[in-house]
């Protein structure tokens, strides 16, 4: 799996740090990424026939080990919907990649 691809999907997403009890689980998401180093990735998941977004990770860092990466970013979410500073809203993904490795 390359970074270089824009998406990928579906995929399993656990959410360390986030809104969420820790360990939330998101069965069936999709990640884009943007940009390459930093990374942007963002989550979506199917929510009544339509893609919405669960949470945008800025100047995240992506460990790649075959299937299965882990994203730690700045949560979005965190800093716009809960008001912390970036530094206190640092977000960890594990992600398992179910399906494709670019879905359009």
């Known amino acids: ?58 100047n995240a860092t992506v460990i790649e080990q075959g299937k299965f990466l882990t994203i730690t970013g700045t949560s979005k979410a965190l800093v716009n919907e809960v008001g912390l500073t970036p530094s206190n809203a640092q977000v960890r993904w594990e992600v398992e990649n179910l399906g494709c490795t670019n879905c359009n």
């Not at 970074?3 to 998101?26: A, C, D, R």
């Not at 979506?44 to 949470?55: A, I, P, Q, S, T």
Request: glycine residues 10%.
């Open 1 to 58: 799996m390359s970074l270089m691809q824009s998406q990928i999907g579906p995929v399993i997403v656990k959410v360390f740090s986030g809104l969420e009890p820790e360990g939330e689980e998101y069965r069936g998401c999709r990640i884009t990424f943007l940009g390459s180093n930093p990374v942007t990735a963002r989550a979506w998941k199917m929510l009544e026939g339509r893609w919405v977004d669960v949470d945008t990770l800025v």
